[in-house]
């Protein structure tokens, strides 16, 4: 077995050992193909007002002007569904990767360790863990590493456990074997396009951020337009819909990872409960979680949007 064999091997049963679903490894170089689409789709005004989408627009696309001297992309899958949702079917929903601890902190821990692994294992490697908080392209990387396919909705997919997972990446310095991208398995299936209740699908794989519930419930920081009352299907935090209809989800089963356990109460509140919220409520309940992104006062301006 040659290094790049081995090292392979290396990386990839740590990041199992870890807890990751699975590994892909790509090479770091210009992302060609995604390149003109996300031109297209900046220029339509999809990202609505995350402008910080139009920013580091090279770097976004070419991981070696954002890590120096990078040779690859290691991309990870972590599951997050969940064994236990929400009780009551009339409450305000929240986004089942939002009930436990805030995924940039679990994620982040284990990328650490798992260079931390490498630096031992391997010798001088240079590199940074990436969960979604810089200009990387996660989906993009993923799929190209052969970790799944990127859906008409725009989430990546597998066969094997569906969508409901979160995606990061090590950008490093060291030679290693790359993965071939898998096929396309969505065929002409146009579940979620069908289902989204905003029509933010608005072809297969493109998707209008500036008319996703999850972009007016979390990034949207003015009031909701009112042209979207009563289209909300009573997500007051992200939205789910899209994943939930998606035939592969069937095969999604729950994570086994104790710090995506939500808080003890957040499944048991009441409409009621959600309607009265106070801060104090907010800050126990999520105290840890990436809700707090939307603040107490974000999370009462959507739980009154979703009022008649």
């Given at each position: 077995?040659d290094l790049?064999?081995?090292?392979?091997n290396?990386?990839?049963?740590?990041?199992?050992?870890l807890g990751?679903?699975?590994?892909g490894?790509?090479?770091?170089?210009?992302?060609?193909?995604e390149?003109p689409?996300?031109?297209?789709?900046?220029n339509k005004?999809?990202?609505g007002d995350?402008?910080?989408?139009?920013?580091?627009f090279?770097?976004?696309?070419?991981?070696t002007?954002l890590?120096?001297?990078?040779k690859?992309?290691?991309?990870l899958?972590l599951?997050y569904?969940?064994?236990?949702?929400?009780q009551?079917k009339?409450?305000p929903?929240?986004?089942?990767?939002?009930?436990?601890?805030?995924?940039?902190f679990?994620i982040?821990?284990?990328l650490?360790?798992?260079?931390s692994?490498?630096?031992?294992?391997?010798g001088e490697v240079d590199?940074?863990?990436?969960v979604?908080?810089?200009p990387?392209?996660d989906k993009?990387?993923?799929?190209?590493?052969?970790?799944?396919w990127?859906g008409?909705?725009?989430?990546?997919?597998t066969?094997?456990?569906?969508?409901?997972?979160?995606?990061?990446?090590?950008?490093?310095?060291?030679d290693?074997?790359?993965?071939?991208?898998?096929t396309?398995?969505?065929?002409?299936?146009?579940?979620?396009?069908d289902a989204?209740?905003t029509q933010?699908?608005?072809e297969?794989y493109?998707?209008?951020?500036?008319?996703?519930?999850?972009?007016?419930?979390?990034?949207l920081?003015e009031?909701?337009?009112?042209?979207?009352?009563?289209q909300?299907?009573d997500w007051?935090?992200?939205?789910?819909?899209?994943q939930?209809?998606?035939?592969?989800?069937?095969?999604s089963k729950p994570?086994?990872?104790?710090l995506?356990?939500?808080?003890p109460?957040?499944?048991s509140?009441?409409?009621k409960?959600?309607?009265e919220?106070?801060?104090?409520?907010?800050?126990?309940?999520?105290?840890?979680?990436?809700?707090k992104r939307?603040?107490?006062?974000?999370?009462?301006?959507n739980?009154?949007f979703?009022?008649?």
């Amino acid at each position: 077995m040659d290094l790049k064999s081995k090292y392979t091997n290396l990386i990839k049963t740590e990041a199992k050992r870890l807890g990751f679903l699975s590994c892909g490894i790509s090479k770091a170089q210009f992302l060609e193909e995604e390149a003109p689409r996300l031109e297209n789709w900046l220029n339509k005004n999809m990202h609505g007002d995350m402008q910080y989408m139009e920013n580091h627009f090279d770097k976004r696309l070419d991981p070696t002007k954002l890590v120096e001297g990078s040779k690859s992309v290691v991309s990870l899958i972590l599951n997050y569904y969940p064994s236990e949702f929400q009780q009551d079917k009339t409450a305000p929903k929240i986004s089942k990767y939002a009930y436990g601890t805030d995924y940039h902190f679990v994620i982040k821990d284990k990328l650490k360790s798992l260079l931390s692994f490498i630096q031992e294992e391997i010798g001088e490697v240079d590199g940074r863990a990436f969960v979604d908080s810089a200009p990387v392209l996660d989906k993009a990387w993923a799929a190209k590493s052969g970790l799944g396919w990127i859906g008409k909705h725009s989430n990546l997919l597998t066969q094997q456990v569906g969508s409901f997972f979160f995606i990061a990446e090590l950008i490093i310095d060291l030679d290693l074997e790359y993965d071939l991208r898998t096929t396309d398995h969505c065929g002409t299936c146009t579940a979620c396009i069908d289902a989204c209740p905003t029509q933010a699908i608005t072809e297969p794989y493109v998707v209008d951020g500036s008319k996703c519930i999850s972009y007016f419930t979390i990034e949207l920081k003015e009031n909701i337009p009112t042209e979207f009352k009563g289209q909300f299907d009573d997500w007051m935090f992200g939205c789910d819909v899209c994943q939930d209809v998606c035939p592969w989800n069937r095969f999604s089963k729950p994570h086994n990872e104790p710090l995506f356990n939500p808080h003890p109460e957040l499944l048991s509140m009441s409409r009621k409960d959600w309607e009265e919220i106070t801060q104090e409520t907010f800050s126990k309940v999520f105290k840890k979680s990436a809700v707090k992104r939307t603040k107490y006062s974000g999370l009462k301006r959507n739980i009154n949007f979703l009022k008649s």
